[in-house]
């Protein structure tokens, strides 16, 4: 049996980021970059923990988390409203498959940072251009996750529902939702990861007062350790989003938990 498949997870995990860190440490230590632009490991660690003393003391840093959060929930939730519903015309309709998608796969193609300036433009310098920007960058992998969910219903399943006279509402409902649910999940925790990135680059290019403004300021003072600490703790951010999401499919598609490679597979990402 190979090695990495005998070492639990957590154990490749911890050497991995070891080995990470000590590479990074070595870089550091030979002077092989500027500290202005690469601070050492110990610096960021020292900063981390001071942003998180000011979050937990409710202190400045707070409320632009606050905003940042509010951005990627809504965010996240109008590219699932919108997501889940192209998903459907183009799983369900000719006219989705053979008419809509190739418009969203086009549109997905665009440099989607690009957009910025019309979201802001359209929407003002509020959260609501940070929200719509968070949607339009996280909102294809639900809507190709829910097309190929739909695809997904065994063959002879179908033609049984067709054999007892059930609508074609009655089959999306009761057949193809439910067996299309664990490619649905993927895409939803593509998206639970990418609404992040979303939400920032919309502070970044368009104003706000959210953790993006602080990075953005830190930025400019030179502050590397601060940005870096920021970053960390956004990462937080996408990994309970993530983390909500595959809770969500092991509570709801618990019927899919098997052994085979492919299921695996799906339930780490």
Do not use: C
Not at 111 to 122: E, I, R, T
Not at 228 to 249: D, K, P
């Amino acid at each position: 049996m190979p090695l990495g498949k005998r070492l639990p997870r957590w154990l490749m995990m911890a050497v991995l980021m070891a080995l990470f860190l000590g590479v990074w440490q070595l870089v550091t230590s030979l002077h092989l970059v500027s500290p202005l632009i690469l601070p050492s490991p110990g610096e960021t660690l020292a900063d981390v923990v001071i942003v998180g003393r000011n979050l937990l003391g409710g202190d400045y840093m707070l409320g632009p988390l606050l905003i940042t959060v509010q951005e990627v929930v809504w965010g996240f939730l109008l590219a699932l409203a919108i997501g889940v519903t192209l998903g459907i015309i183009v799983g369900e309709t000719a006219i989705g498959e053979r008419a809509v998608m190739p418009y969203i796969v086009a549109i997905d193609t665009m440099p989607k940072l690009a957009f910025a300036p019309l979201f802001v433009a359209w929407l003002g310098f509020g959260i609501s251009s940070k929200v719509a920007l968070a949607a339009f960058i996280s909102v294809f992998p639900i809507v190709v996750g829910t097309a190929a969910g739909l695809h997904a219903a065994d063959e002879n399943a179908r033609m049984l529902f067709r054999s007892i006279g059930a609508t074609q509402l009655q089959t999306l409902l009761r057949l193809k939702i439910p067996a299309g649910l664990p490619q649905f999940f993927t895409g939803l925790k593509i998206a639970s990861i990418s609404v992040v990135s979303g939400a920032i680059a919309g502070e970044f290019l368009g104003g706000g007062q959210g953790f993006g403004g602080l990075i953005r300021v830190a930025a400019s003072q030179l502050d590397t350790p601060r940005v870096f600490s920021l970053i960390i703790w956004l990462s937080f951010v996408g990994l309970i989003m993530f983390g909500l999401v595959s809770w969500m499919q092991y509570r709801f598609v618990f019927w899919h938990r098997t052994d085979t490679p492919g299921a695996r597979a799906n339930r780490q990402f």
